[in-house]
């Protein structure tokens, strides 16, 4: 590798760090909270302390464990009481509040009974309690109640059903959210009358409240109604457990209460912030890609879609630098956020971001001095442990050098044994923040 | 509609003219190709045309008869004679220069018989001659000259063929240029040891010359070789015509000349000349963008693949536009070129600059005063008579009001009459130019 190469590389892992330091939950917490003679203050709204008997934190999710690390350093011992669901071994020293890892992606009876004793908290907290509920991705696994009548077994067989008939995520979440008693406002309405402020780690593109962790403390746009257009839509009734769809048939028949809506008086002590999502830390990587000497173009925190095609896209924007400048001078810094999806033909091993790298990798063309850098600002790319992985214009050389073929690994879907031989894997470890992925091209 | 989304939807029409307009043939010819008292200049290189003896006129493609009119203008009783092939009813009325139609995109006999002229006239051409190839896209299938032995049914069977098996576009070139006489640096070998200027309208992503109506003048990196190597990548030796077969195994075997190299000396007298490209299209558009007060961000002229996931990513640009002004401040606009593909599902009727203007309709969310203009260079989007379509942030309300539903139109392929139906096709009618798509956003 030439040593400009090397330069370039180093710089983006400092771009990227930069983005991941801005949306880390400890200064997230602290850039929206203050505590200052007893008062809380929690982005422009006061809370004096001592208006209340008990503070309880509440929560869910894989930023879960640094949040709850940050608060205890903010409120310490005016918190009461406090239990959070994590994932396994997504872990840190607390003194109060206590953790209950559970199970993710697949909930499990860990995450069930940690829900039940947090939504019997919950139902304790009276007027003069302050609820603070610390929500970050994941939180819909992590937190599973399903309503009574309905098991943790029906719910994931729904889920099943659901994905097998070619749901969208909207349509699995208006379901999901009417077969649990703290998803879509039930934590809200458990709360009630107690004061719920919610701080948020938003993992989901576009940052909708109500698809957050399911939204436990917000209004849910949907009905019971909607439900049943969604099963017939895709004919499934007949699919789901007979639990599940007495309990949607009574919902939209009004004889089971509706998810809380926008305007509920439970609602009006409830106050949702989002402290962090990913056009935080895109904006922190292009600052810091600026201070470094770069041009920067951010092109947009919502990119969804397939990878290969968003890889493809980046590199004409990237090739036409390259070429004319045309977007932005050289040097530039490319930087973009969201989160696309791979799908999966071959029987590789590897993540949305590896592959981004790889895709990208191949559509360099006749470009020079170019670096690629993707990861999930969780540390978590699919199922390895890698955060996501680098390439550059030398990449398809080193390969040829070594023999591999880059176009039969992405086919494969396993970009994650090609830049393992390379060494180019991008390990961070749990970074215990989530708020999708980053990438970055540098164009030098 | 908003008096302001008028205002938008003119800006967009305006904008998009003028960068058609620094395409049309005639101003590149000019731009390029000077005659000062006798001398033909062109990018920087001098002809004295009484070094000649004859001045001849070839060449094919869509552009051909604007581009021969310009050339007419420009060297007026200097041409002695002129053969280009066009499609049916692209004409223009010439003095000196012969326009033959045929087939496109399916060559035909006309399109065979006019290659066959054209490449007699070239044979023709001595030391004295000053051939001018005037190339733009589609004529690939309009200048069809397979090698002797093999007739234009036998290329005909094999493309088939090569569809039917997945090749690439460059695979496909790779042997068409090997089974063409004028194709892959065919016409200039034939016009050696005349002088050679080869001016080039560019349709293709990248603007490689090799690939432009399949690089009738200039080197072939491919072999003989290499079309084996793809016969055996897809098993189909066994598929093709005999004729063609065995050509390309003689190739192959050295006992047929290979296409000319670079270095090969029919090389030194020929110069090749890009006189437009989408890039250039690009540039003015923003101009003008700039001009009318909008703030620009050109992406990219290279931007390919599947159309509607590149509508998504356009859109997630722009909605962060409208959300934080992240990219570009407002009023923006945001401009592409390049040439996507679609995959056609449903039985509508459409092309890919109305599928992408639909599909960006449906990824709009929540932006206001926003309009979405895309169109083909040429006036020709897919198998319709618009050029392309114009989507605005009224386009879904308008859509509901007339009981139409945006999301089943675009799923089955039918933008076209969707957008008719809302009155919101764009017609330019044919252009006479063809360097691909533009499209452009504008967020106000």
Known sequence: MTGKLDQLRRDAVAIFQAGLAAVAPGAAIRRFCQLEEGVLRVNGKSYPLDAFNRVVVLGTGKGGASMAKAMEELLGEHISEG???????????????????????????????????????????????????????GGSALLPLPVAGVSLDDKQQTTKVLLACGATIHEMNTIRKHLSAIKGGGL????????????????????????????????????????????????????????????????????????????????????????????????????????????????????????????????????????????????????????????????????RSQEFALAAALKMGEMKNSVVLCAGTDGTDGPTDAAGAISDSSTLEQARSLGLDPAAYLENNDAYHFFHALGSLYITGPTNTNVMDLRLILVG
Chains 1, 2 share one sequence.
Do not use: W
């Open 83 to 137: 239990l959070i669901t994590v994932k396994y071994r997504h872990l840190e020293q607390l003194s109060t509040i206590e953790l209950i890892e559970a199970g993710h992606p697949l909930p499990d009876m860990n995450g069930h009974a940690g829900a039940r004793r947090i939504f019997q908290l919950a139902s304790q907290a009276d007027e003069k309690t302050l609820v603070i509920c610390l929500i970050s991705g």
């Open 188 to 351: 809200a309405r458990a709360v009630y009358p107690a004061t719920l402020i919610t701080l948020i780690l938003s993992d989901v593109v576009g940052d909708d409240l109500d698809s957050i962790a399911s939204g436990p403390a917000v209004p849910d746009p949907t009905t019971y109604a909607d439900c049943l257009s969604i099963l017939d839509r895709y004919a499934i009734r007949q699919q789901l457990p007979s639990t599940v769809l007495r309990h949607l048939e009574d919902g939209a028949a009004g004889t089971v209460p509706e998810t809380p809506k926008r305007g509920d008086r439970i609602f009006s002590r409830t106050d949702n912030v989002i402290i962090a999502r990913n056009c935080d830390a895109l904006i922190a990587a292009k600052r810091k890609a600026a201070e470094l000497g770069y041009h920067t173009l951010a092109l947009s925190s919502m990119l969804e879609g397939d990878t290969r095609e968003s890889a493809a896209m980046h590199m004409a924007i990237a090739r036409e630098v390259a070429r004319y400048e045309l977007s932005v001078a050289k040097p530039a810094c490319i930087l973009s956020g969201g989160e696309t999806t791979v799908t999966i033909k071959g029987t590789g091993k590897g993540g």
